[in-house]
Nanobody, 122 residues
């Protein structure tokens, strides 16, 4: 099992940037793919971005493609999600998750963090 803690959320104006961090402990972090998901009030959880265990492969939801970058530092057991040009519709709780498979599908991830709130004001 991998324990995950998200940080870096907050309140930002539209057009601003945030860098979310996902710090891991427990089992060997470098063996896991990491995904970011988000859930806005009244909406279902949706995929945002994912990175393979090596960092060589990444994938993004169309809604954030071109505005976000996911990366990982296995030496620091941390995955980052840099989000730029933020929009009010990016407002949500953001979760990171670990899994053995590099995928956009939430239920393929086995370990989840508690989430960090991102609020983008217009």
């Amino acid at each position: 099992q991998v324990q995950l803690v998200e940080s870096g959320g907050g309140l930002v104006q539209a057009g601003g940037s945030l860098r979310l961090s996902c710090s891991a402990s427990g089992r060997t972090f470098s063996g896991y793919a990491i995904g970011w998901f988000r859930q806005a009030p009244g909406k279902e959880r949706e995929f945002v971005a994912a990175v393979s265990w090596s960092g060589d492969s990444t994938t993004y939801a169309d809604s954030v493609k071109g505005r976000s970058t996911i990366s990982r530092d296995n030496a620091k057991n941390t995955v980052y999600l840099q989000m730029n040009s933020l929009k009010p519709e990016d407002t949500a709780v953001y979760y990171c998750a670990a899994g053995v498979k590099f995928t956009t599908i939430a239920n393929r991830y086995t370990d989840w963090g508690q989430g960090t709130q991102v609020t983008v004001s217009s």
